[in-house]
């Protein structure tokens, strides 16, 4: 059974920071490109990050660029996103996604052609 829980959110005041937690299992984790996506009440999904096993293969939304890094480890079939810097407009439900191939891949995948997580709710508030 394919798994992947999210840990890690919760309220924090604008600028501060959050890291979000991923454990992924039942699939060969060091093949599948990893990432994260966002989705806020009444909006769409949006993509937020994602990388592989090639260090260079990692994209940022724009949104999120130069505040959020992505990161994983083979060995622990793990994926965190460190926020920092942290905006309402932030706020989101965020969830962990895999899938066989690259971190571009997931990046453009659709909602059925990768593994998702349950979500972790983030908001960002004074």
């Known amino acids: 059974q394919v798994q992947l829980v999210e840990s890690g959110g919760g309220l924090v005041q604008p600028g501060g920071s959050l890291k979000l937690s991923c454990a992924a299992s039942?699939?060969?984790?060091?093949?599948?490109?990893t990432g994260w996506f966002r989705q806020a009440p009444g909006k769409e999904r949006e993509f937020v990050a994602a990388?592989?096993?090639?260090?260079?293969?990692?994209y940022y939304a724009d949104s999120v660029k130069g505040r959020f890094t992505i990161a994983r480890d083979n060995a622990k079939n793990m994926v965190w996103l460190q926020m920092n810097s942290l905006k309402p407009e932030d706020t989101a439900v965020y969830y962990c996604a895999a899938r066989a191939g690259t971190a571009q891949e997931l990046r453009d995948s659709s909602q059925s052609s990768a593994y998702w997580g349950q979500g972790t709710q983030v908001t960002v508030s004074s």
């Open positions: 990388n592989s096993w090639s260090v260079p293969s990692r």
């Open positions: 039942g699939f060969t984790f060091s093949t599948y490109a």
